[in-house]
């Protein structure tokens, strides 16, 4: 090894050296444990994708999980077919995109039943991660209430962690949560006129 590369390797040594010390002294003083509220939105795709990658983390680690599917209609789901197969508990509104089923009643409806289901998963301790996946559009469209949403949060097992995906998160629930990561659309194949393609798409 040359004087120049032994100099270069010393350099760097010396950095590294001192990135490590600011991210063990990071790790020392973060020392609080609770359940965190973690949202992801933006309009980018892939936020229900790192919702469900959230949930194998958990059961991966031996976590109780559950998911609630807001929007979703009855159209197969990649994830809920594994997932299920390692005891992760789904409840799926159902009644598809509101442009589908173009009934505001029955919308409605359906986003009620599935919001009182996400109610009692948030009242119960031995659930250890939820995921309330899309429901971001039931609160912009006033299908549920935003302060009983926030009330429930607020008011979980102090353990339990949620994961709230969507576009257009409120602002109210970006304040509450712990940790926030905004999706951007760079470029998406179906603009291109390529079909949602299995096992990447759904």
Not at 38 to 57: M, Q
Not at 113 to 136: F, G, N
């Amino acid at each position: 090894m040359t004087d120049e590369n032994e100099n270069d390797n010393a350099k760097h040594k010396a950095r590294m050296q001192q990135q490590k010390a600011k991210v063990d002294q990071r790790i020392a003083s973060a020392q609080q444990d609770k359940g965190l509220l973690l949202v992801i939105t933006g309009n980018g795709k892939g936020k229900s994708t790192s919702g469900f990658g959230t949930i194998a983390r958990a059961v991966g680690h031996g976590l109780k999980a559950s998911v609630v599917q807001f929007v979703k209609g009855g159209w197969e789901c990649g994830e809920r077919d594994l997932l299920q197969q390692h005891d992760v508990e789904f409840h799926v509104m159902g009644t598809g995109f509101t442009w589908e089923t173009q009934d505001k009643n029955t919308d409605m409806q359906a986003a009620q039943s599935a919001w009182q289901h996400s109610k009692t998963l948030l009242k119960d301790p031995s659930i250890d991660v939820v995921l309330l996946d899309e429901i971001t559009y039931m609160i912009t469209y006033k299908y549920i209430d935003l302060d009983d949403v926030l009330a429930a949060l607020t008011a979980r097992p102090k353990d339990q962690h949620v994961v709230i995906t969507g576009r257009a998160c409120h602002r109210a629930i970006i304040e509450l949560a712990d940790t926030v990561s905004e999706v951007r659309p760079i470029k998406h194949a179906f603009d291109n006129g390529i079909k949602a393609q299995q096992g990447i798409d759904w």
